[in-house]
């Protein structure tokens, strides 16, 4: 099993979030790009810096 996780804080400190997906086997590109995907959902609109 694999995780893929990702820290979300705004600037100033408030509402942080941790954002996370469990898959079985390993992450590969089109799994990965599938969960940034998901993640974008997820915030619904703000932008957002990756890292």
Not at 10 to 35: A, C, H, I, M
């Amino acid at each position: 099993m694999s995780i893929c996780a990702a820290l979300g804080y705004r600037w100033d400190g408030q509402r942080s979030k941790l954002y996370f997906q469990t898959r079985e086997g390993s992450y590969n590109t089109p799994s990965l790009v599938q969960f940034l995907k998901d993640l974008k959902r997820e915030l619904r609109g703000p932008k957002a810096v990756l890292v």
